[in-house]
């Protein structure tokens, strides 16, 4: 499993597609979970968590299904942590919910890029 995060309109997609060419890349906001589980690499995976828990959906054991199902994804997503605690109780829930689903998920990944303004770093190499 490989992750590519940083904050919102840094540069990670266009950063993924180029260190990654010829991948088909899916969206996480209209993924479904049987395509989670089955795709090379995903974009947007923060979405992805924001849409199943807007359906109801607990989405506190999904790093673990993921690492059995796809452990070699590549995923790229948004750090939400950042900035101001959001008065929403459902921003605040998702925001904890990527939190810890990716700090599960970086934890097996063998490598994690942070991109700021369109620059990787990696932080991670296993």
């Known amino acids: 499993m490989e992750m590519i995060i940083g904050g919102a309109f840094q540069g990670k997609s266009s950063y ?15 993924l479904t979970e049987e395509e989670l589980f089955a795709s090379d690499a995903v974009l947007g995976f923060h979405e992805y968590i924001r849409k199943e828990m807007k359906a109801g959906k607990d989405v506190s054991s999904l790093a673990g299904k ?19 605690v ?30 700021v303004c369109g620059i990787g770093t990696v932080i991670k190499d296993a």
């Open 66 to 84: 993921l690492i059995r199902e796809n452990p070699n994804i590549i995923l790229v997503t948004d750090e939400v942590g950042y900035g101001v």
């Open 16 to 30: 993924a597609k180029e260190h990654y060419p010829g991948i088909v890349w899916a969206s996480g906001d209209t």
């Open 86 to 115: 959001p008065v929403d109780a459902f921003d605040r829930a998702y925001r904890e919910a990527v939190g810890r689903v990716c700090t599960e998920l970086a934890a097996f990944s063998t490598r994690v890029t942070r991109v």
